[in-house]
């Protein structure tokens, strides 16, 4: 019986989210396809009517997860900016949250030993997130040298998150440190650049009274 494109779009979406969810949890070389699909809820043989290949599937696969990211990366800089994607990212929850989170923590050290289609998709995914990670009129070297500390920090806090807990917080607390310092750094430097100040001692209610580093960082929670 002939499926409706409806039907068929429903059936690659479940797919891609399956594929997505074992890309995070066993990285590209461990997607196979009666897995997938018994996951998706369908037989082996109908994966040919949506993908010609695994390899094909995992491209694919990345892209869309990477979109993903992508996405809430945005939103979530348009909302609270870095600093508040920062205390999402760095949050304890997010290292076991291995299947519904960061694909780039999740995969990018096993990308480098894949095929050219998958390293194609994770640049192509890796380029649009980082740019919109990015806030407008920011320091794009600063903003980039930021998202590395923060994936950098969850691949090295979930490699011994199972062996020893406390050093694994201790990088993600220790990262958001680093974020405060760098925000309150660059806070101070956009008031030197207005002729403001940031000592606390400014008169009140001036631009600048109150724009202390230390009430700064207090302003950044530590990750629940």
């Known amino acids: 019986m002939k499926v409706s494109a409806t039907k068929k779009a429903e059936h690659r979406a479940a797919i891609l989210a399956v594929a997505g969810r074992l890309l995070r949890e066993k990285g590209p070389s461990g997607v196979g396809i009666a897995e997938v699909m018994a996951g998706a809820g369908m037989t082996h043989g109908g994966f040919y009517g949506h993908f010609p290949s695994r390899e094909e599937l995992n491209a694919v696969a990345i892209a869309h997860a990477l979109q993903q990211a992508t996405g809430y990366l945005a939103k979530a800089v348009s909302d609270g900016g870095l600093a508040g994607f920062a205390r999402?990212?760095?949050?304890?929850?997010?290292?076991?949250?291995?299947?519904?989170?960061?694909?780039?923590?999740?995969?990018?050290?096993?990308?480098?030993?894949?095929?050219?289609?998958?390293?194609?998709?994770?640049?192509?995914?890796?380029?649009?997130?980082l740019a919109a990670g990015i806030p407008e009129g920011a320091d794009r070297a600063a903003a980039l040298a930021r998202h590395c500390g923060l994936i950098g920090a969850l691949i090295l806090a979930r490699a011994v998150a199972?062996?020893?807990?406390?050093?694994?917080?201790?990088?993600?607390?220790?990262?958001?440190?680093?974020?405060?310092e760098r925000l309150c750094a660059e806070y101070l430097a956009a008031l030197a650049a207005k002729g403001l100040s940031g000592d606390p001692r400014a008169k009140k209610g001036s631009r600048a009274a109150g724009a202390s580093p230390r009430l700064l960082r207090k302003k950044i929670a530590r990750p629940r």
Do not use: M, W
């Not at 291995?98 to 050290?109: D, E, F, L």
């Not at 050093?167 to 990262?175: C, G, M, P, Q």
């Open 88 to 129: 999402q990212y760095l949050r304890k929850a997010h290292l076991e949250e291995v299947a519904r989170g960061c694909p780039i923590a999740a995969i990018a050290t096993e990308v480098p030993r894949q095929s050219g289609p998958i390293r194609d998709a994770f640049a192509k995914g890796l380029r649009d997130y």
């Open 162 to 180: 199972d062996k020893d807990r406390a050093l694994a917080e201790e990088l993600l607390l220790v990262e958001l440190g680093a974020n405060r």
